[in-house]
């Protein structure tokens, strides 16, 4: 009595399910999907409007800081009319003052 040879399989013979789930529609798979996608809508939409919100304080921010320099040109324009009115000249102790140090800004807190 001979002994039956064995048939060797290969990855090409293992079989899958594959085929058979793109085949078929699963509702609840296809109801899933849409509530994640719903959840992903609603999350981006809050970081649009939190990104917007920052974009306005920014810009809020930039008026104001313009408006600050503005003031403070107008303040300097007064002090150097008023310096140039009395006999001192214009550029006299400011320049002292405004010029930067040598080494950089210096902060004291």
Known sequence: MTIPRRTLRNLQDIRTNSRTSVETFEP???????????????????????????????DSRFREIEAEKAEILRALEKSDAIQTLSGHSAK???????QPSEDGFRFKY
């Open 92 to 98: 006299g102790e400011t320049d002292h003052v405004l």
């Open 28 to 58: 609840h798979k296809a109801f899933m999907r849409l509530t994640c996608l719903e959840m992903e809508k609603t999350r981006r939409q809050k970081e649009r409007e939190s990104a917007l919100e920052r974009v306005r304080n920014i």
